[in-house]
């Protein structure tokens, strides 16, 4: 079988581009040990409560040094779970200050969800049995809006939350 020259020139491009690109990504994971995210820790998703930072009295902000956040959350079938306010009501919105460095820690129950606060460099996949950790600065004051952009069920369009970033 015949090949034109300039066939022979682009399978030989198309080849050695595959080849460079799977030698850069066995590198990364192997010999640099790059890893998924939620490659980190491991926990129970029967019991997350039995986690430090996903017990009732834990979830939701809060502050572990001069402007410098964490906010533990636990994802379910259709619910972020921020913890609870003074009332017993379920958190919907958190507040942090512009600028300030906020730890986002989460895990789920059931089955895969997105953590994403859109506008912003937060963007994880939560899966059961592990736990997702993205540490940023918060900053550009306003509301944005937290979503679930990994499909989980019947209910997905009603996972949503707010982190409303405010001047000092």
């Not at 994403?116 to 950790?133: F, K, L, W």
Request: aromatic share 10%.
């Amino acid at each position: 079988m015949h090949l034109h020259k300039y066939e022979k020139i682009w399978l030989i491009f198309g080849m050695g581009s595959l080849a460079l690109f799977l030698l850069i990504i066995g590198f990364a994971a192997f010999w640099k040990g790059t890893h998924p995210q939620s490659h980190i820790e491991t926990i129970d998703p029967q019991n997350v409560e039995a986690h430090e930072s996903f017990k009732p009295e834990n979830l939701g902000l809060r502050e572990v040094a001069d402007g410098k956040y964490t906010v533990n959350i636990v994802a379910s079938a259709f619910n972020y779970d921020f913890g609870v306010d003074e009332d017993g009501k379920s958190v919907k919105k958190i507040r942090v200050p512009k600028g300030s460095t906020v730890l986002f820690q989460i895990t789920t129950k059931d089955v895969i969800h997105g953590f994403q606060v859109a506008g912003t460099n937060v963007n994880m996949m939560v899966e059961p049995g592990h736990v997702s950790r993205l540490e940023t600065v918060m900053k550009n004051a306003g509301e944005f809006t937290v979503v679930c952009n990994e499909y989980c069920g019947i209910g997905h369009h009603q996972m949503f939350a707010t982190v409303e970033v405010y001047e000092d």
